[in-house]
């Protein structure tokens, strides 16, 4: 019964390669998000979808493609992928009404490694 | 725009003894604040938040958190250390399109 669930939760692979990272929620949200956590532990917000809509798309490069099937799945591409792509991925979920108000709710986590 | 300042990235406190994790937020309309907790190798799980009730919150753990306008802040305390509270703790703050806007985290550490 989990929440909000991330697969990979680890993702080894070389420059140049293409991977894609799933998020999926079972909390009957309509809002999802990507964040992206750097080295240093910094958190940004990348992109977030409501109901299968881009709300936000951070100054993210075009290598990074969000795609939502549905209002539960929000899944993230990475096209010919870079070292500074190494970074922990966030997927997070809350109601569009009062996203700030009920909070937002984080799933575990896909660390990505790029060698 | 709104952005989050925490203020020492790392804090150590011995076990029983009182955490303070400090936070300054900036933000050009009443603020909404949050306060994460990530354990090591986890993701992250809500603390508490403030959205204009009362301006002292409670949250898990035993943690609180207390609003102070004039001051700009948002310091997260605990009464008594435990080493399970061992963790990375990011303070935030929403943004104009419902995102977060995490501060730079506060790594604590509790000695036996």
């Known amino acids: 019964d989990t929440a909000v669930s991330q697969t990979p939760k680890y993702l080894v692979t070389q420059m140049g390669n293409d991977k894609s990272i799933k998020c999926e929620q079972n909390?009957?949200?309509?809002?999802m998000y990507w964040y992206k956590q750097d080295s240093k532990k910094f958190l940004k917000i990348m992109f977030s979808?409501?109901?299968?809509?881009?709300?936000i798309n951070e100054t993210v490069p075009n290598r990074f493609s969000p795609k939502s099937p549905d209002k539960a799945h929000l899944n993230l591409h990475i096209n010919s992928l870079e070292l500074g792509d190494s970074a922990v991925y966030f997927c997070?979920?809350?109601?569009?009404?009062?996203?700030?108000?009920?909070?937002?709710?984080f799933g575990p986590g896909t660390r990505l490694t790029v060698l | 725009a709104q952005s989050v300042t925490q203020l020492g990235s790392h804090v150590s406190v011995s076990e029983g003894a009182l955490v303070l994790l400090r936070c300054n937020y900036s933000s050009s309309v009443p603020p909404y604040l949050f306060w994460y907790v990530q354990y090591p190798n986890q993701g992250l799980q809500l603390l508490l938040k403030?959205?204009?009730?009362?301006?002292l919150v409670k949250g898990i753990n035993g943690f609180e958190a207390e609003f102070k306008k004039s001051e700009t802040s948002f310091h997260l305390t605990k009464p008594s250390a435990h080493m399970s509270d061992a963790a990375e703790y990011f303070c935030?703050?929403?943004?104009?399109?419902?995102?977060?806007?995490f501060g730079k985290g506060t790594k604590l550490s509790v000695k036996p």
């Open positions: 935030a703050v929403g943004g104009s399109q419902g995102n977060l806007i």
């Open positions: 997070a979920s809350s109601h569009r009404a009062g996203p700030l108000i009920k909070g937002q709710f």
């Open positions: 979808y409501n109901n299968k809509e881009l709300i």
């Open positions: 403030y959205t204009s009730a009362a301006t």
């Open positions: 909390l009957g949200h309509d809002t």
